[in-house]
C-alpha cells in the first residue's frame, strides 16, 4: 500500500501498538541484510556466492548481465558503491524500533542468498546445467533456451482445470454483465496458457527470483512513495508470499512477463493474511486483471494458507479499488487476533475482507450464470414476461400522420392481464363516475389547459418554451434522449387525443424538469427554475385533484 511509505518516515509516522510487527520486524533484519551482502559483494562475491551454494536453496547458475531497468541498477549500483552511498549505511528504510529486534535467521539467509543469487548467478551453484540468459525490462524478465528447469506452478488449488476448457462462448456475453464478460475473457486466456497465475516466494528457484524481481519493479513504479528498498525487503522476506499474474513465453522459451501481482504475509496461528503491496503494471491496468488476482489471491489464502480474512492499510488512491474487492472499512475481526501482528499506521485506512468459505472466486462466473438462469426460471413460472411480442407494425404511418392504435389491438396487453374496463384508468381520480367518455375527455382537456398556462405564464417558464437549440447546446441530445418543452407539450394538447389521462401530461412535465436537472448542474439558473416552477406545477396539480374530489 503507498500508505506504508508515509509510514516509512520514523518523524511521520505515530504508532499505536508497542508491539512491533513480526512482519515488520522481519524486514527490519531483512533490509539490513541486503545492505550488508551488498557490501559484502563489493569486497568478496564469491564468499557470497559460495555461502549462498552452502545453504539448502542455493542460487542458480546464470550470468547477470547489467541491466537497463533503473531499479535493478538501483540495487546492483548501490551493491558496487555502497562504501560511499551514504544512504546505504544509513539503512533509511529501517524503522526506528525495529532495529532493536535481532535478525530472524531465515530471513538473514533468504536475503543473502537472494542477493548472492541475484549478483552471482554464474557460479552454477545449484548445480542444474543451465544456459541462463536474464535480461529484465521494467517487469519483462528473458529467458533464453535452456531455462525452464523450475517449472512454473500456477497457484496451487487453483490451476485451471479441464472444466476450464468448457468456459463458455461469447453468445450471451453481452447479457452477462461487465464483470463476468472480464472474468470469462481472462478465463480463455488463463485456459489457452497465456496468461496465469503463479504464487512465489524467496525459495531461490531461477524462474521465481526473476518474476519476484519483476515484480518488484512493477511495485517501484505503481507505488512511487514507497522505497525500494522497502519493497524488495518485503518481496523477498520468505514469510511474505507474493500472488502474480505473468504471461508465459510462448512455446516454452522467450519471455516471462509479470503483468502484476500482490504481496501479502500470511500469519497461519491467526488465520488472516496482510496484503503488503498490490499493483497492475501501467498499461494493462483496468482491463480486469486486478480484480482476478485478489480473486485468485483469496482462494490461494483460502485452499493453502488456511486464511479466512486480510486486511490491508489502503490508502485513499486505493480504498475504492479495494471497496470493489469486498474489502470495508470497518473491521469485524477481533483486535486481538491482529493487534500486535500487523503495525498501526497514520495515513492508511485499515481495511478488511473476510475470504468466504465456499465461494468459487475463480469462477464467479459460473455461479453468477447458475443463479440467473434459477432466478429467470423461477421468474417464468410467475410472470409471462419473457413472451415478447413485435410492434413494429403499429408504428406505420397512413397518410403521413401516425396510425391510431386501439388499445386493445397492442399485441400482449391483454395476456398481461388488461381487460377493457380498464380503459382510462389513471391514479388521478378527477371526475365523478357520471358522463360519457367524451365528457370526461372534454372535462380532462379544460383541466390540462389549465395547467399548461399555468406553466406557461410563470415567471421561471423561460428556459422551457422552446425546444433547446441544438446550435445553442451542441451536447444537449446526446445527453438527453427523449427531450420535451412546453411547445411540444401545448401541441399535443391542442390534438386534444393526446392526453387521454391526467397521468400522461405529467409524465411529460415531469420528464422535461428532470432532462433540465440532468443536463445542468444545481447551481445553474435552469436548474433551479426547473425545481421552482415543478414545485408550482404540482401544487396546481393537487389543488385540481381536491376541487375534483369535492364537487364528486
Ligand atoms: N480507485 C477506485 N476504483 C478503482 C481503482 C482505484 N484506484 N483502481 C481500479 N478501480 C476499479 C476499476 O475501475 C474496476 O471497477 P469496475 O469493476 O466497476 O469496472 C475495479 O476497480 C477493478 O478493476 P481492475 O481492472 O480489475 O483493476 P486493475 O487491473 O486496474 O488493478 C490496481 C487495480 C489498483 C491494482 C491498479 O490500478 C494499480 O496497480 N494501481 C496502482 C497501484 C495501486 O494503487 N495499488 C493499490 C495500493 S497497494
New binding site residues.
Partial sequence: ??SHSSHLNAANRSRNSQTPSPSHSASASASASVSSSLHKRKLAATTAANAAASEDHAPPSASFPPSSNDDLESISARGADSDSDPEESEDAVVDDDEEDFAPEPDQDSSIRTFTAARLDLSSGANGSSRNTKIKTEISTVKLEAGTGTAGVSSVSGIVPKDESAKISTDDDVQNCG??IA?EEALRREEAANRLKFVCYSNDCVDEHMMCLIGLKNIFAR??PNMPKEYIVRLLMDRKHKSVMVVRPPAGGNGITHVV?GITYRPYHSQRFGEIA????TAD??????????MNHLKEHARNVDGLTHFLTY??N?????FV??GFTKEIYLEKDVWHGFIKDYDGGLLMECKIDPKLPYTNLSKMIRQQRKAIDERIRELSNCQNVYQVAEFQKKEGGSPKKIRVEDIPGLRDAGWTPDQWGHTRYKLFSGSGDSITKQKQLNALIRVLLKTMQDHSDAWPFKEPVDPLDVPDYYEIIKDPIDLKTIGKRVESEQYYVTLDMFVADARRMFNNCRTYNSPDTIYYKCATRLETHFHSKVQAALQSGAKSQ
Fill in positions: 500500500m503507498d461487465a464483470y472480464r505503481q507505488l502484476g503491496f498490490c499493483a497492475i494493462e491496468q483496468v482491463k480486469g486483471y486486478g480484480t482476478r488476482l489502503a490508502d488512491n486505493a480504498v475504492g479499488y470493489k474487492q
